[in-house]
């Protein structure tokens, strides 16, 4: 078993927003992961540990790159780091828990962790008819796959129409509302404080 041992951990966090209409000019989902990650490399002062990187874990997206990771360790110049995609369906938090287990169990000092979406750019050249097309990479695979142990979506919410998140959050907010026996009322004007709160907290947050 790797030797464990107290130590500082370094955490960079960042986001990158990209608000273009024209799709020959926004960035696709694999340039915007890798701007991403410079960016937490800034936050957290160490810039040169994205070349350093042991390990880079990327859940799967609306896109089709066989390993996204491989060619951000290529970015960076961290060509020996293993790679991971997560499957829809695999909790997002699971790579970040993965990070520390690994991390505080010696098994890797530097480990990256990304994800990255670009509809918007994909929807405007469809309306446009231009091309704004991804990166085509070796159909290499990834280290490691992750996949759910399950079907997410059962045959009952498909039948229902439970099968997208503003459906299944809606449901799940109703129900804590009856279990909590809160009016209709008081239940939407605490779930607008909230949402108000993040609002506030996402206004604060520079982004491009």
Known sequence: M?????????VGFAAVQQRSDDPREAGEPLSLM????ERAAEDAGARALLARADSIRIPRGFWDYSDPGRALAERFGSGPARTC?????????????GAARDIAEGRADV????????RHRAQRARQLGVE?????LAPAP???????????????????????????????????RFADRQPLDAHRDAVAALQARASAVAAQTTMR
């Open 2 to 10: 790797p030797k464990r041992s107290r130590c500082p951990v370094l």
């Open 34 to 37: 890798g701007d991403a990650l």
């Open 111 to 118: 480990v990256l962790v990304a994800g990255a979406e670009a």
């Open 142 to 176: 990834p280290n490691e796959v992750l996949r759910p142990h399950a079907e997410i979506i059962s045959p009952l919410e498909m039948k229902v129409g439970l099968h997208t998140p503003v459906s299944q959050y809606a449901l799940i907010e109703n129900a804590l």
């Open 85 to 97: 995609v997560a499957e829809i369906g695999v909790l997002q938090t699971t790579l970040l828990g």
């Open 132 to 136: 704004a097309p991804l990166t085509r």
